[in-house]
């Protein structure tokens, strides 16, 4: 079957021979509500009504409630029930999700928020929570409308990169749990029943090794809200998660594994969304290419359809190519963290080597979709950025795919820092089996890394972007 063929059938894709037969037909039924109902939900909460904050019930108590439009918690509750957080639970694999979440991700990657950091807590839960935890972990697995929601809040108005610096939310032991005071800039799931929340203990160091993880319930133990949502952010896309600024005002907390280890369940977290990340963008360059595909069998342009068109053709193809290569990086992404995800400090060489692969495969296929999105809008002309045919939107949603979860800068650095500290490229390289063009892949990154920082942190894009191009190449070769 040739990437044309499988252009309109994202659970094809989904499943792309790594799962049964009974999967694929329950991620059909999946695709197929979303383009009998779903699709319209989707484009009325992204055109017309996204999320509304309710701060007050009508006496003028605080409630803090996000509305949404009709329909949306339809949408929502969907892709809980097929299973994208609770299949983890009860497998013990991360890929069920991964593919229910690639299906949620071809119609609305904005609408994946929501069930990715409801998998990361869960995940957090289950590997560090402890015994208390359970009746949280029971909540956020269950399949129906009772499902809780998690959240994961690292960023403050200080800045989302460097989290040493900018996160100045303090954590104050108090009885037998802890208090978190602060607040927390890009708070994603504004509304969810628990949230992870980085903070700093108030003896811990500064840096990023003083953070430690939290778990903040919406209701404190005398069932008042826990936390302020103080505004929702008005975003240019994913308005299918609600966005908002939170304040921690004495927040009641308790911690997620040991406090002294809390930057590397941090990272734990992060990787299972930006491997989420990495799935949502190949699934939007999969719709990109079948949106386009689709107008340009019809539109006719110098007396032929389109696709015909030599130059069109081939720059078709190209994107293509580029889509099969970024996809087969995703996957393997997502099948490496299912290897190593029940890992704890301290971790295998393997887990090194798929941190450098999560890496290149969040960089790069939100490149790719960004790409793909822009070319789109172009393939359809003017009719490209007419909001009414929802291709535009393609790009609005590609651009946040590759800014949350860390930016490209923030992937090119934290790659480079792995390849210094472990080696792992080495490790990557031999683990593709040395295809073609590996000796000049080493050489390339020797060469950077035996620069002086400055110079390397500076000369650092052409050479990740190289070995990320060339490793998903080889990934889809290999195929
Ligand atoms: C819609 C949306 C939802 C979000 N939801 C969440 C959420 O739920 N939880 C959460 O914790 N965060 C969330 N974020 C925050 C997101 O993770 C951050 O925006 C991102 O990590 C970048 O941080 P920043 O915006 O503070 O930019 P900054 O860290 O201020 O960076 C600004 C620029 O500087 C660059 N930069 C930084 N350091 C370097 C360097 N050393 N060299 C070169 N360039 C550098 C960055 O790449 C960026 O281009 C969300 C963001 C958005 C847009």
């Excluded at 044309?4 to 999967?23: F, N, R, W, Y």
């Excluded at 690292?154 to 104050?172: C, I, N, P, Q, Y």
């Amino acid at each position: 079957m040739t990437v044309v063929d499988t252009l309109d059938s994202p659970a094809d894709h989904a499943v792309d021979g790594c799962a049964g037969d009974g999967e694929r037909e329950r991620l059909q039924r999946y695709a197929q509500w979303w383009h009998a109902h779903g699709e319209a939900i989707s484009r009325d909460v992204d055109r017309v009504g996204g999320a509304r904050l309710q701060l007050h019930d009508r006496i003028g108590r605080r409630i803090d409630r996000v509305c949404w439009s009709a329909g949306y918690r339809d949408m929502l509750l969907r892709g809980y029930a097929e299973g994208t957080v609770a299949a983890t639970h009860e497998t013990g694999s991360l890929l069920p999700g991964y593919r229910v979440g690639y299906v949620t991700s071809f119609f609305d990657p904005g609408l994946y928020c929501p069930h990715t950091v409801s998998l990361a807590t869960l995940v957090a839960l289950e590997k560090y929570g402890g015994p208390g935890t359970s009746d949280w972990i029971g909540r956020l697995t269950r399949r129906d409308g009772s499902v809780w929601q998690g959240a994961t809040w690292m960023t403050e108005a200080a800045g989302g990169s460097d989290l040493g610096a900018g996160v100045e939310t303090r954590a104050d032991p108090a009885g037998d749990g802890w208090r978190l005071t602060g607040e927390k800039h890009f708070a994603s799931n504004a509304d969810a029943e628990l949230a992870l929340v980085a903070a700093r203990p108030a003896d811990a160091p500064t840096g990023v090794h003083g953070l430690a993880l939290f778990a903040v319930p919406r209701l404190a133990a005398d069932q008042s809200l826990n936390f302020r949502i103080r505004r929702l952010k008005d975003k240019i896309a994913t308005r299918s998660v609600a966005t908002g600024e939170i304040g921690l005002e004495g927040s009641e907390a308790r911690p997620v594994g040991d406090p002294g280890q809390g930057i590397y369940l941090i990272m734990e977290v992060l990787n299972v969304s930006r491997v989420a990340n990495s799935i949502a963008s190949a699934a939007l360059l999969q719709r990109a290419l079948a949106e386009t595909l689709a107008f340009a069998r019809e539109r006719i342009v110098f007396g032929q359809p389109l696709i015909e068109q030599p130059l069109f053709r081939r720059q078709f193809e190209d994107r293509c190519r580029r889509f099969r290569e970024a996809s087969a990086l995703a996957w393997a992404a997502a099948g490496e963290l299912d290897a190593v995800w029940q890992e704890t400090p301290p971790y295998s060489q393997r887990y090194h080597r798929f941190r450098l692969l999560a890496h290149l495969a969040k960089y790069w296929t939100a490149e790719q979709a960004v790409a793909a999105g822009r070319w789109a809008i172009e393939a359809h002309g003017g009719n490209g950025l007419i909001v009414d045919y929802g291709i535009e939107r393609l790009l609005r949603e590609a651009l946040v795919l590759s800014v949350w979860e860390g930016t490209p800068h923030r992937q090119m650095l934290d790659g480079l820092a792995v390849m210094a500290r472990e080696g792992v490229h080495e490790d990557l390289i031999r683990w593709l089996g040395d295809p073609a063009g590996a000796d000049r892949q080493r050489a390339d990154i020797d060469a950077l890394l035996a620069r002086p920082r400055a110079e390397r942190e500076a000369e650092v894009e052409p050479v990740f972007r190289g070995f990320a191009e060339w490793t998903a190449s080889a990934l889809a070769a290999a195929r």
